[in-house]
Structures are given as structure tokens and as C-alpha cells.
């Protein structure tokens, strides 16, 4: 069982920054990974990237790699996302998700491979 926190998100001008965190609280839960997902209004939720908890192996969509940055905190149990050089196209609500580890451990861009959500946090980005 684990609950999720998100915090971060806001309005910013074409080419700046933000930086999104998810802290992640429960009893008697270990973690295989978390991840952040996006969803722009009246379309599907798209992987953005991935780590895992060990040893912060990572994974991105093509689209933000070189501009964004996937981290972790394992004494706080907390992920960020570090999102530079923002495009109008990143607009979205931006999700954090755990993946609870049971047998295997790996990462994965599926959502249905996670089993809890953040509430979201909203991007917008401005031309």
C-alpha cells in the first residue's frame, strides 16, 4: 500500500523550467520503481520516464530526452522531475506512479505496470 504526493507544477514561459516532486508514504511497501506519466487535455497518458529504486537505472521517452531529468531521494522516498527547455507541447497533467515490487523488478512505459497514482499536478507552457 502506497500513497503518493505531488507537488510542482505551475505556468511557465517556452524554454523554462520546473521541477516536479512525488513523495510516496505507506506501511510495509518496498519499491521496484516510480515513474511520471502526462496526459494533455482530450488525449491518452503518455510514459515520460522511469527509475528504478536500487539502483537508479532510468528510461525516457524520446521526446524530453536531453531536456528532462528523472531522480530520487531513497531516504525520503521522494522522485522528482527536473524539466528543462519546456515546449508548449509539454502541457499536461503530470502523474507520478510506483511500481510495487513483488517477484521481478524492471522499468516499464506501460501504465496498467503501476500500481499507484499521484493526483496529478498540471503543466502549462506558454509560447
Known amino acids: 500500500q502506497v500513497q503518493l504526493g505531488e507537488s510542482g507544477g505551475g505556468l511557465v514561459q517556452a524554454g523554462g523550467s520546473l521541477r516536479l516532486s512525488c513523495a510516496a508514504s505507506g506501511s510495509s511497501f518496498s519499491l521496484c520503481s516510480m515513474a511520471w506519466f502526462r496526459q494533455a487535455a482530450g488525449k491518452e497518458r503518455e510514459f515520460v520516464a522511469a527509475i528504478t529504486w536500487s539502483v537508479g537505472r532510468t528510461d525516457y521517452r524520446d521526446s524530453v530526452k536531453g531536456r528532462f531529468t528523472i531522480s530520487r531521494d531513497n531516504a525520503k522516498n521522494t522522485v522528482y522531475l527536473q524539466m528543462n527547455s519546456l515546449k508548449p507541447d509539454d502541457t499536461a497533467v503530470y502523474y507520478c506512479?510506483?511500481?510495487?515490487?513483488?517477484?521481478?523488478?524492471?522499468?516499464?512505459?506501460?501504465?496498467?505496470?503501476?500500481?499507484?497514482w499521484g493526483q496529478g499536478t498540471q503543466v502549462t507552457v506558454s509560447s
Open positions: 506512479a510506483a511500481d510495487v515490487l513483488y517477484y521481478n523488478c524492471d522499468l516499464y512505459r506501460e501504465a496498467y505496470e503501476y500500481e499507484s
